[in-house]
């Protein structure tokens, strides 16, 4: 027992005097670089799941966007060519749906800008009133997308398109309708 205890404390002597030194047996640390991989590793997971649903919502909104692009500037095409405004809501869902990969609900849509008026579906509206449009905008409700990160990753993605109906062709429209902005130099004026 005296062995024990004068192997865990060591004694120093020090000009006459005697000072008792702590002697700690070593601890294996085997273990501590599993732990600190497992914490790395799951930080890691993380952190390439945010990846993969960040590029799935830049691509949803991206086709999300090209559909509502196509079916505004496929609704102006058939105003141009005189149609009126029943008959020229059908070519828009018909381009938005071939666009856009799940069903449509057109009726799940937010308000029009100013000035336009809604048709019988609150996702088309027509500038300035429903008898002699001269623009068109469409809003393609959100799809909701999975998240690899579970529900507080999830989100939904929507995205809107205006075309106005010109002399020579069609224009499609983009930012606020009564912006100013100087940089915005393809958006269109809508008086407001």
Known sequence: MVRRARRAVGELAVRGWRFAV?????????????????????????????????????????????????????????????????????????????????????????????GFKASESPCIAFYPDLNEPTAIWVDIPGKRLPSLLGDAGSVSVTAYAEATVTSTSPRLCWGDPGSTDPRLTGNCKFPQ
């Open 22 to 114: 702590r002697h700690e047996t070593p601890r294996s640390e085997e273990g501590a670089v599993l732990v600190i991989f497992a914490i790395s590793f799951t930080v890691l997971l993380g952190f390439a799941a945010l990846a993969v649903d960040l590029g799935n919502i830049a691509q949803s909104h991206l086709n999300t966007q090209n559909a509502a692009d196509a079916a505004a500037l496929a609704g102006v095409t058939a105003l141009q060519n005189g149609a009126v405004v029943t008959s020229a809501i059908t070519p828009v869902e018909a381009v938005a749906q071939t666009y856009f990969v799940a069903s449509i609900s057109w009726n799940a849509c937010s308000q029009p800008p100013l």
